[in-house]
């Protein structure tokens, strides 16, 4: 299993001086299980991967010394949190979706309001996009999912848990080969440890969790459906992880903000590091963390 982090940032992009290190990005994270390709979300950080793997599929296809891979479409699932524009808002400058050659899933959860393809599809309309969801050149398939829910994406198991967010949200373990990563974002804690979210991190490799906000500015943001990296810490000292990784970063947030952010973590749970663009997580030999029976 390997992670790279394309976007980093909630909420908004935010490019700049201050935050150009960490990155201005919105979420998007790559995860590549063997042959199998999984992206969760699809902010603004996902054009760049886009365009990263159009340079990648080219090459391959141009290649004199071609393998039994050759001709196979670029494929990949894509799992969405939830429909926020922070977190969709890459999908129509993704290059693959205009490609042909593209096989593309698109998994979320029922929001009560629109489904996955009509949330997405709202979203390329005029006039705010010029080019409509039933234009687009890959081929697109979408799947709703359910809480508690386990399924396969190619090599890996997904398993689905809820989040605590206006609107809804949910967050996702990905397991490939003993390795493992859970992916919540954009969730509120609790008085306690939110259980759920303790029962789907359990023994989990890189827990990666919201923490836009330090303890004292959260207490202005209850009920906004963000976290903290002190929360996070608890969380995966409970669930008894081997990685914390600090996501969602606030758009105001600097970088010189974010590493005092990382320290505090640091202090807490010792295997803390903060999410930052171009940052990647090898986990070919799966890290120290307790395994769930």
Request: net charge negative; glycine share 10%.
């Amino acid at each position: 299993m390997r992670i790279r982090f394309w976007g980093v940032r909630g909420s908004i992009a935010s490019p700049g001086p201050d935050t150009a290190a960490v990155g201005g990005n919105t979420s998007c994270v790559e995860v590549v299980c063997g042959k199998t390709r999984i992206v969760l979300d699809a902010g603004t950080g996902l054009r760049s991967l886009g365009n990263h793997l159009l340079r990648d599929f080219q090459e391959r296809m141009s290649s004199d010394r071609r393998d039994a891979r050759d001709g196979e479409p670029l494929a990949l699932t894509l799992l969405l949190s939830h429909y926020h524009w922070d977190h969709i808002q890459g999908l129509p400058f993704f290059v693959p979706v205009y490609m042909k050659q593209a096989d593309l899933t698109i998994v979320g959860h029922a929001n009560g309001v629109m489904s996955v393809r009509e949330a997405l599809t709202h979203q390329m309309t005029a006039p705010v996009f010029p080019v409509r969801l039933d234009e687009i050149g890959a081929r697109l398939a979408t799947r709703e999912v359910t809480l508690g829910e386990t399924f396969d994406v190619g090599e890996a198991k997904v398993t689905v848990a809820k989040g605590n967010h206006p609107g809804g949200v949910v967050a996702y373990r990905i397991e490939h080969e003993g390795k493992s990563l859970v992916y919540a974002t954009d969730t509120e804690h609790y008085a306690c440890v939110d259980p759920a979210l303790k029962q789907l991190a359990e023994g989990a490799d890189v827990l990666v969790y919201d923490s836009q906000y330090s303890p004292e500015e959260y207490r202005t943001k209850v009920g906004w459906g963000h976290s903290t990296y002190v929360e996070g810490a608890e969380l995966a000292r409970s669930a008894g992880v081997g990685k914390f990784v600090l996501f969602h970063h606030d758009p105001m947030r600097t970088d010189a903000q974010v590493a005092d952010f990382e320290a505090g973590a640091q202090s807490l749970f010792a295997s803390s590091v903060a999410a930052r663009e171009g940052m990647v997580l090898d986990l070919g030999v799966p890290l120290v963390g307790r395994r769930a029976a």
